[in-house]
């Protein structure tokens, strides 16, 4: 190790330039976002470009908060990630515990059915998901919001994995002292599954953050709109209005990076046991 | 809670085997997630089947019309042109990976700031995807955006990135590659941690240099992890939506026509104009490609994935 380490680090100053320049490529968006939010409308449209801003102002974010709720949408965005990750850790977990150890009729025709499901792309059954909510009378709620996303084939599918992984001896002392099947599910098993537990509610957070095209279909009418529909419809108000959109954007993308700057290793965690997309 | 502790007595301690006995508890901890997943995703998709083969009016009931939604999207120039835009954008986003590959070896290389690196790199994932549209479009804005003006100080003419339907599928791919490399990087880092760093130390030995070591090394024991984020990749690639919609459609843009994707045909046909029959043929269309090209891929993959 040590040997590897001072021959590498030899060298490691020419892997440190291109990586820097990468990162440095990498944040120019978010520079530039930054940037143009403080500027002013007349600014941006000129040419050339100015790169600080001439006269700083927060103009655009005042703009931004006086015509968007944005209060509004970023409760409906926390609360239906509260409800998608309480409900799917729950849901996942009871499910994933019973798959990888009680066995009942039909365990693994069932389990089957689960795998195929992941591997359908989720528009297969948006239709479907719409016509429910709209039949339940839920469009333009909260619970339309959420509830699809409360259960998850892969989220049961992980937590299964999680559970499969994790020593038998727990649970047969356990079983031993008298506990049933829920409290030894309980009591035992789930805490020690908490980090798989995090790594999938760290990723039903970012599905639910950032998703689009649901919310875009359940909240038609305007009511209970999350932030991505909300700045997506921002859009049309302000037009060319760079200053504002770039306000709303950064304003909308920063409680997540702060989530995530405090939650790093759950989000590395969890995409890398699993893969975000798909 | 305490009532639930008198679970089955008497339940042999081996519990595999032929003996075992099946625990009512697993049925009541399942009925949530079954219940939740036959309502909503085994009968939608199954309800799509259907009505892929059906005239679904947006009142009254629909009616059978065999296989003429399957006609009509093939005899559509519209499908294959969006076809071809999303196999282009998926292609395109693909170039994406062997970036991935090289940033995640230089950073596994590196003894401090690996951190700060992953962190940077995977801050386009956990941005709203709607936000990062919006800060592109601006960006690739063909009169004011920055990109046309570093063209600019160097020579090169600018074009209408996001206006003219020329172009913008390269600027989704650059979008897409730039919001997915995170992710490739966090899960191809993995692949890299598990590879032994003996068989780095013995090729030092034998006078392999970095670059041999990346080839010989490297390459083949990542090629599972390589294939893996390909998957992905490509997957997600085939249902990219978000980026038309806010950077082409949420602010009609003349070029969306052009640009679509095939799950913004889907989008526009089943909510925008409530063709729920044919909405449902494309998304039915959209699985078997999806389903084609992963077989392909998985056949392709025993010429040059590594197992040991």
């Not at chain 2, 294939?227 to 949420?250: E, K, R, Y």
Request: charged share 10%; with cysteine; net charge positive.
């Amino acid at each position: 190790m040590t040997s590897r380490r001072s021959a590498a680090s030899r060298g490691e100053w020419r892997i440190h330039v291109i990586l820097i320049i990468a990162v440095a490529l990498m944040v120019v968006p978010f520079v530039w976002e930054i940037l143009t939010a403080f500027k002013t409308n007349n600014e941006v449209s000129t040419l050339p470009p100015t790169i600080i801003p001439a006269h700083p102002t927060t103009a655009a974010f005042e703009t931004f908060f006086a015509s968007v709720p944005f209060w509004a949408q970023f409760g409906v965005s926390a609360i239906s990630l509260v409800l998608r990750v309480v409900g799917q850790v729950l849901v996942a977990a009871l499910a994933g515990y019973a798959f990888a150890r009680l066995r009942f009729p039909g365990r693994n025709v069932l389990f089957v059915l689960f795998l195929l499901m992941l591997m359908v792309p989720s528009q297969l059954f948006l239709l479907g998901q719409f016509d429910l909510m709209k039949g339940l009378g839920l469009l333009n709620t909260l619970p339309a919001l959420a509830i699809p996303g409360i259960f998850s084939a892969f989220g049961t599918f992980l937590m299964r994995q999680a559970f499969m992984t994790m020593p038998k001896e727990y649970e047969e002392a356990a079983r031993l002292d008298g506990a049933g099947t829920l409290r030894t599910f309980w009591s035992v098993m789930l805490p020690m599954a908490r980090s798989m537990i995090a790594a999938l509610a760290v990723l039903t957070s970012l599905y639910s953050w950032n998703d689009l095209l649901w919310p875009l279909i359940v909240s038609p009418a305007g009511g209970n709109r999350p932030l991505t529909v909300g700045l997506a419809s921002m859009q049309g108000q302000f037009g060319t209005n760079y200053p504002t959109l770039m306000a709303g954007a950064l304003v909308c993308t920063i409680p997540l990076v702060v989530v995530f700057i405090a939650l790093q290793r759950q989000f590395f965690a969890g995409i890398a046991s699993s893969g975000l997309k798909g | 809670m305490t009532s639930n502790v008198s679970s089955p007595v008497g339940r042999p301690r081996r519990r595999t085997g032929l003996g075992a006995r099946t625990d009512w508890w697993a049925l009541a901890m399942i009925a949530p997630a079954l219940i939740g997943l036959a309502a909503l995703y085994l009968w939608p998709f199954i309800s799509t089947f259907i009505k892929s083969f059906m005239n679904v009016p947006v009142f009254g009931p629909g009616k059978f019309n065999g296989v003429d939604n399957y006609a009509k999207l093939l005899g559509d120039p519209g499908f294959w042109q969006a076809l071809g835009n999303t196999a282009l954008y998926t292609v395109l986003v693909l170039l994406g990976i062997p970036l991935a590959i090289v940033f995640a070896a230089l950073i596994q290389q590196v003894s401090r700031g690996k951190a700060i690196y992953r962190v940077l790199f995977f801050l386009p994932v956990v941005t709203l995807p709607v936000a990062v549209g919006m800060v592109w479009r601006f960006i690739l804005n063909g009169d004011f955006g920055l990109l046309n003006y570093v063209l600019s100080l160097v020579g090169i003419p600018g074009e209408y990135w996001v206006a003219d339907a020329r172009f913008t599928i390269y600027a989704f791919a650059v979008v897409g590659i730039w919001m997915g490399l995170g992710v490739n990087l966090i899960i191809l880092g993995a692949g890299l941690q598990s590879i032994p760093t003996e068989l780095y130390e013995a090729s030092s030995l034998d006078g392999a240099n970095r670059v041999q070591q990346f080839f010989s090394i490297t390459l083949p024991l990542l090629s599972p992890s390589i294939f893996f984020v390909t998957i992905l990749t490509t997957i997600s690639a085939f249902q990219m939506f978000d980026l038309v919609f806010v950077m082409l459609g949420s602010v009609n843009n003349t070029a969306l026509g052009d640009s679509k994707t095939i799950v913004y045909l889907f989008y526009d046909a089943a909510f925008v104009q409530f063709k729920q029959g044919f909405a449902a043929t494309i998304a039915i269309v959209l699985l078997i490609i999806i389903m084609a090209v992963t077989a392909l891929q998985f056949r392709l993959q025993k010429k040059w994935v590594v197992y040991d």
